[in-house]
């Protein structure tokens, strides 16, 4: 049999999850537009971005790059999504723990793994699994654990189409349409709450997150971003069309070389909920979805990332609280005093080991002619025969990612909790260990190295 690829589902299923939260969240069109407008100005003007683009193979997935984010509730419910984005090629990357930042869940993200699979489809998601001991309240919790643990957030075929996938080692064309549209559902918004208004209530009050959880019957998709070539530019613009964005951008200041990931996002939206109740449904609201959009940078290698964790801390520190409307122009004053210790040129961050390349042959007869075929990266690329690309940072940061929740669950809601999660505790939940995303970075742009030495051999 002739199966479809998991480029190819992963792709089809990133087009139609792009559909549905259009129409479910309006504004996530316009943020859309905006950022089509803002990519296709900033290629016309910058021609070397343009060439840099084309050069490493970003220039066609540039439009249709999303990241999503999801929020589940039990072990059975995250080891079972990491089976079904196996089917659409994407594995679990990355831990990150948002706890000490107040936020009570642990994450991975699922992604594809393989540049070439990145640029068919970059489509990821940032799935979360809430943290129920950290409701205080016992009774309570064992309340919410009680309704989690029988929800099913799978449909019946969705969860018979992975087994079929396993089994079989892959999915017809028939069989991968149905498998997108049934697990299209899980993501879906449902206007029907799970629970009672009162419950509903008493779970908000332990934490918005835990009632957005709970509360609902599946992990509603609750924000789409869309990958912009100029944050700032794209921020102005949202305050002009009114799109209330949050205060402070996410991530490292405004660069000539941008490193890993810059967010901003709009605030969640009020939306109309119905209650169940013994008599007629109880009307209410619930506010968690959003908007976001995102600049992609440079991958870090560990001393580079560690540099940039400084340099953060430092300036969080200093600004001796949580940026917020009010202090947000006096942040980004320290922000950008600090990361002037950070080398803002492709060839330093290069040869200080802070940033992770791709090595192209770019005279491949002025290779041959090199006498005693001696390998020296160094010494071909001062000759011109061999350039180098920045390898874009493909995962995320956990305390953008705090920031992100934040500014959703009311600003400034930051509770210490005295718990420490771990990574073996979340990879037990999960079913599998979670892939290290240094390695993959490093793995690429060693093999660029390899093809290079290898043609020289020859
Ligand atoms: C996820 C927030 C994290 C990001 O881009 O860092 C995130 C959530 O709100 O569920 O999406
Ligand atoms: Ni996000």
Redesign the pocket.
């Known amino acids: 049999m002739e199966f479809i690829s998991t480029n190819q589902i992963r792709s089809k299923f990133s087009a139609l999850m792009s559909e549905m939260y259009k129409k479910e969240v309006p504004l996530y069109g316009d943020l859309l537009d905006l950022v089509k407008h803002i990519n296709g100005e900033m290629l016309n003007q910058k021609v070397a971005l343009n060439t840099q683009l084309h050069m490493r193979d970003e220039y066609k997935r540039l439009s249709l790059e999303r990241?999503?984010?999801?929020?589940l509730g039990t072990a059975q419910e995250i080891k079972t999504i990491c089976r079904i984005f196996a089917v659409m090629g994407m594995q679990p990357v990355g831990y990150?723990d948002?706890v000490p930042a107040g936020v009570p869940?642990f994450?991975t993200a699922f992604r594809a793994l393989k540049l070439e699979d990145l640029n068919e489809s970059p489509f990821r998601v940032?799935t979360?699994l809430l943290r129920l001991e950290l409701v205080e309240d016992e009774n309570l919790r064992q309340i919410a654990h009680d309704i989690l643990e029988k929800r099913q957030i799978f449909t019946e075929r969705a969860l018979i189409l992975t087994d079929k996938f396993e089994q079989q080692g892959g999915l017809s064309k028939i069989d991968a349409e149905e498998f997108i549209h049934e697990v299209l559902e899980t993501f879906r918004w449902h206007k029907e709450a799970a629970v009672s208004k009162a419950l509903y209530e008493s779970l908000h009050q332990q934490h918005r997150?835990v009632a957005d959880v709970v509360a609902f019957k599946g992990p509603h998709i609750?924000?789409l971003?869309p990958r912009v070539l100029d944050i700032d530019w794209a921020q102005k613009e949202m305050f002009k069309l009114g799109m209330s964005p949050k205060a402070v951008i996410?991530g490292p200041p405004p660069r000539n070389c941008p490193i890993l990931?810059r967010?901003t996002?709009f605030k969640a939206l009020e939306e109309n909920v119905l209650f169940p109740s013994y008599h007629i449904s109880e009307q209410g609201t619930h506010t968690?979805r959003?908007g976001?959009i995102?600049q992609r940078g440079v991958a870090l290698t560990v001393k580079g990332r560690h540099l940039y964790d400084e340099l953060l801390e430092k300036s969080r520190t200093q600004l001796g609280e949580i940026p917020n409307d009010q202090n947000s122009e006096q942040y980004m004053e320290i922000l950008n005093e600090n990361f002037k210790k950070f080398p803002d040129d492709y060839n330093s961050l290069r040869l200080e080991k802070l940033a992770f390349f791709r090595y192209f042959l770019n005279k491949e007869d002025d290779l041959l002619k090199e006498e005693n075929h001696f390998f020296e990266l160094e010494s071909l690329i001062k000759k011109g025969i061999v350039s180098f690309e920045p390898i874009v940072y493909e995962d995320?940061?956990p305390v953008?990612?705090?920031?992100?929740?934040q500014s959703?669950l009311g600003e400034n809601h930051q509770i210490n909790y005295e718990i420490t999660s771990s990574k073996s505790l979340f990879e037990s939940y999960l079913g599998c260990e979670v892939i290290d995303e240094i390695e993959l970075y490093e793995k690429i742009e060693q093999k660029s190295i390899e093809n290079i030495e290898e043609k020289l051999k020859k």
């Open positions: 990241h999503g984010a999801i929020r990150y948002l869940v994450a940032f979360s997150l609750n924000h971003t996410e990931l967010q996002s968690a959003f976001e995102e995320f940061l953008s990612a705090a920031g992100i929740f959703n």
